[in-house]
């Protein structure tokens, strides 16, 4: 995906430079050098993220408005047919947030690093609530498959320690992604011991204790920082094209234009080189199966977009 930039106003001298750090709707919280101004955008704009950079006119009593968007080094966010959300800008990593229990999606992993490939963003997954000891057999043979593709797995109890986390986030511009139940909340609690009372902060700003829930907030640590994101039980990937889709799955990369077809959908075609690597045990079929529900969804999102 392109970023267009928004031209800086001819007044840019007298505007000042911040880091967006919470986003509800066009509401916007930007920290800056002289602290965190509450600020809002002009006209219906809300194309702004958690880690954007940022010009900012003042509006004193603590307000802004929001003028400028720097450039970006990559944007993780989320479509469907119809809507998208954007997560957060310019990160150097993402942690996938699993758990022993609830049960996880093995295909929303898959989502959540298809979008991470598409953006050049190092993933990882974190395997939670490991002292809940019955499923963890389960748990870990189902992220084998992510595993066995380079895919770091660490295995944390958030209530006890977050210490093997803590090398792969040090210095680092992170989100954390996962579904609901995940144990995320306890999880972002343990690394950023404020977290809950920041989150009561940006509740009275904005006027609405429900909005924390749907709330995209950054947090310092360091010389990085951490990005906490609402749990979700779907991640659309409606923007992608079916080059970018079948690029951002790790493993297909060394068999892309060697099918026979040049648009093979890697389905039933003759001569698709992914296929016959599945035949052979060198790709994973739960993960082709992945690929095309997504894509299968991709298209389908398109054409109820032309509706």
Known sequence: MT???????????????????????????????????????????????????????????????????????????????????????????????????????????????VAAESENISALIALNKVDLTANLPAARERLALFAALGYPVVEIEALLGTEALEPWLRNERVLLVGQSGMGKSTLINALVPFAAASVGEISIALGSGSHTTTLTRLYPRGEGWLVDSPGLQT??????????????????????????????????????????????????????????LIRNEIAAARRANQK
Request: aromatic share 6%; hydrophobic share 40%.
């Open 235 to 292: 991640f659309g990937l409606a923007h992608l094209d079916p080059g970018a889709l079948e690029s951002a799955f790790i493993e297909f990369r060394p068999h892309l234009g060697q099918c026979r077809f040049r648009d093979c959908r890697h389905d039933a075609e003759p001569g698709c080189a992914l296929r016959a690597a599945v035949e052979a045990g060198t790709l994973s079929a739960r993960r082709i199966e992945h690929y095309h």
């Open 3 to 113: 970023h267009p930039q928004r031209p800086l106003p001819a007044r840019a001298q007298a505007l000042t430079p911040g880091t967006v750090v919470a986003a509800f709707g066009r509401h916007f919280e930007v920290r800056t050098a002289d602290g965190i101004l509450r600020c809002h955008t002009r006209g219906k704009r809300n194309d702004y993220a958690c880690g954007d950079q940022v010009d900012i006119a003042p509006a004193g009593d603590g307000l802004g408005v929001i003028e400028a968007r720097h450039p970006r080094r990559n944007l993780l966010w989320r479509s469907d047919a119809f809507r998208q959300k954007l997560l957060a800008a310019n990160l150097s990593r993402i942690v996938i947030v699993t758990a022993t229990e609830p049960g996880f999606s093995d295909l929303l992993v898959s989502r959540c690093l």
